[in-house]
């Protein structure tokens, strides 16, 4: 198997040719724009329900477990496990090219929800369910940050 790391630096350009190409960016709004802008400031933070405590991601207006709209931007650990992957080998976006092939990332975190991510610099043959891995931000603006993941040593 191919030792090949994944991506370079988190969010760097691709170039092809003379052209630099940036990777795109979300365009976050309504809770979405909440997460990101918590990214962006250093936190990774899911909705934690304040009336039964359910932890949720992907943002919603209502908790799956009570139905309660009452909810606050929680601080997660940032520490989560490898649920499932898969290998990108053609890129759906120029940027991305140079970066092939990468593995995209489902991590179970800590507080049960899961988060799609990447995992830089990691080679493929050493993914694993249940890696544990860690969270780290890169801060894109002062809206958008986002959540990346490297490995840490199991507890
Ligand atoms: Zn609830």
Same mark, same amino acid.
């Given at each position: 198997?191919?030792?090949?790391?994944?991506? *370079?630096?988190?969010?760097?350009p691709?170039?092809?040719?003379d052209?630099?190409?940036?990777?795109?960016?979300?365009?976050?709004?309504?809770?979405?724009?909440?997460?990101?802008?918590e990214?962006?400031?250093?936190?990774?933070?899911?909705?934690?329900?304040?009336?039964?405590?359910?932890?949720?991601?992907?943002?919603?207006? +209502?908790?799956?477990?009570?139905?309660?709209?009452?909810?606050?931007w929680?601080e997660s650990?940032?520490?989560?496990?490898?649920?499932?992957?898969?290998?990108?080998?053609?890129?759906?976006?120029?940027?991305?090219?140079?970066?092939?092939?990468?593995?995209?990332?489902?991590?179970?975190?800590?507080?049960?929800?899961?988060?799609?991510?990447? +995992?830089?610099?990691v #080679?493929?043959?050493? +993914?694993?369910?249940?890696?544990?891995?860690?969270?780290?931000?890169?801060?894109?603006?002062?809206?958008?940050?986002? #959540?990346?993941?490297?490995? *840490?040593?199991?507890?």
């Amino acid at each position: 198997m191919s030792q090949k790391s994944i991506g *370079r630096a988190a969010g760097a350009p691709s170039q092809i040719g003379d052209n630099l190409i940036a990777k795109p960016l979300p365009k976050p709004e309504g809770l979405n724009a909440d997460f990101y802008r918590e990214c962006a400031n250093g936190r990774l933070c899911f909705q934690r329900c304040d009336d039964c405590g359910s932890w949720r991601h992907l943002p919603r207006y +209502l908790c799956a477990s009570c139905g309660s709209a009452a909810f606050r931007w929680t601080e997660s650990s940032g520490r989560g496990r490898i649920f499932s992957w898969t290998v990108t080998h053609q890129a759906a976006h120029p940027a991305f090219a140079a970066d092939t092939p990468f593995a995209i990332v489902v991590v179970e975190m800590e507080e049960g929800v899961r988060l799609v991510s990447d +995992l830089p610099g990691v #080679p493929l043959d050493s +993914l694993a369910i249940d890696l544990p891995v860690e969270v780290f931000l890169e801060s894109r603006s002062s809206e958008i940050g986002l #959540p990346h993941f490297r490995l *840490r040593e199991s507890d």
